[in-house]
């Protein structure tokens, strides 16, 4: 998620086709190949604001979200059904407070502390939309919360929605809410948004925060880190200063994801994952993975961005952290306006897969890529959490220092 709401709004009256015949003649019959491939092993993109989208264009009103017919973001049935999509993160997303109604540092006013229960509530309605997704068009959409319910779902050629939640100040600062957001399906975090909150510090302040309020996480950070391990919730780091990720990946005793990050060192933009970080990442003893975003302004700026850069990105990713099973795909579809050229929709993914195959990705790098990385690194965080748990692992009950009406 890029654009204020209203912008984006705004927009849409000069949206046109989106759609590109871009370099589909040259690549024929890998294209073909790009198929076969992905009716086995379909996509799963990391990052789609499919739940921001339909609040903007209907009010969440579902009964007229024309989903298996076409609609004006990047995203409905029949694209995803024809770019062999089979899963996708549908993400809950609120705004951030703006810089006019948070007082920076702790005291009243701090990060929702006022007024947590409209963005809890709008955080709920975004779940929510996920799950009457599946009301709405059940012979398509089928939640799932597991790799087993990926395959069980493709089987019965139902597409995956996975509910993502992007930014920790829909946690209302609570850990409470954090495993209530988990009972209803959410299966990542993450810390930030582009704004620091209680928890971390974000790449991009609001505007008028400054650079940083923690230096990385805060000791609220450090203990919803390990909670997000003890639930088998993905602490995801897109979003995050550096600081942050890096204090992350020493706090986190499961595998950390970046739902949608490029590389700085290929295209400089604060949102993407700096060297050092890499580097880090890659001397984890823990498996990680890194989805790579078509947003342009992430890939090569606006009005710039092509296919040819994405992959870049991807085989940059690779050479970094030590192979190209720690690499996915994150697009952010409905999540800003302009995409890589190439890679403008939904119906996209082939060529991509084509591209790749033409430079040389394996069968098997591109299953990784296409879903089985997320399926294996999910699985793991999975699996850690379920161990903590049998462990002995309980809740953290403990409320933020700053709530003063639990004393
Ligand atoms: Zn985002």
Redesign the pocket.
């Known amino acids: 998620?890029?654009l204020p709401w209203k912008l984006f709004q705004a927009s849409f009256s000069a949206l046109s086709s989106t759609t590109s015949p871009s370099t589909q003649a040259s690549i024929g019959s890998t294209l073909d190949r790009a198929h076969a491939l992905l009716s086995r092993t379909p996509i799963f993109d990391g990052?789609w604001?499919l739940p921001i989208f339909a609040r903007w264009t209907v009010g969440d009103n579902l009964a007229k979200f024309a989903y298996n017919d076409t609609l004006k973001g990047q995203i409905d049935l029949p694209r995803i059904r024809k770019g062999g999509v089979g899963s996708f993160w549908s993400i809950a997303?609120v705004e951030c407070p703006s810089s006019t109604n948070v007082s920076l540092g702790p005291g009243p006013g701090w990060d929702w502390d006022d007024q947590p229960a409209q963005v809890v509530r709008d955080t709920l309605e975004q779940i929510d939309l996920t799950r009457q997704l599946v009301e709405y068009f059940p012979q398509d959409v089928a939640l799932a919360r597991t790799p087993n319910d990926f395959w069980e779902n493709w089987k019965q050629g139902k597409v995956s929605h996975w509910i993502g939640l992007?930014g920790a100040h829909s946690l209302g600062n609570s850990l409470a809410t954090l495993r209530t957001y988990a009972a209803l399906g959410v299966t990542y975090l993450?810390l930030t948004?582009n704004c620091h909150n209680v928890f971390a510090d974000a790449a991009i302040p609001a505007p008028g925060s400054p650079d940083e309020v923690h230096g990385g996480l805060s000791h609220f950070g450090f203990r919803l880190v390990k909670e997000l391990n003890r639930l088998g919730v993905a602490v995801d780091l897109?979003?995050t200063s550096p600081k942050t990720q890096l204090e992350t990946l020493h706090v986190s005793s499961a595998p950390v994801i970046f739902s949608?990050s490029g590389a700085k060192a290929v295209y400089d933009h604060p949102r993407n994952i700096d060297d050092e970080v890499l580097r880090e990442l890659r001397k984890s003893e823990r498996d990680f993975v890194v989805g790579v975003p078509f947003l342009s302004d992430f890939v090569r700026g606006a009005g710039n961005s092509t296919l040819e850069d994405v992959v870049e990105h991807a085989e940059y990713l690779a050479a970094k952290l030590g192979g190209k099973r720690h690499v996915a795909l994150g697009s952010?579809y409905d999540?800003a306006l302009e995409f890589s050229k190439g890679l403008e929709d939904a119906a996209s993914y082939p060529r991509l897969v084509a591209k790749l195959m033409e430079r040389g990705w394996t069968e098997k790098d591109l299953e990784g890529l296409a879903s089985e990385n997320w399926l294996r690194v999910i699985g793991k965080i999975q699996r850690h959490g379920r161990v903590t748990r049998a462990g002995g692992a309980r809740p953290d009950m403990r409320p933020w220092h700053g709530r003063h009406d639990c004393e």
Do not use: A, C, R
């Open positions: 998620m890029l990052h604001d997303f992007e993450t948004h897109s979003h949608h952010d999540g």
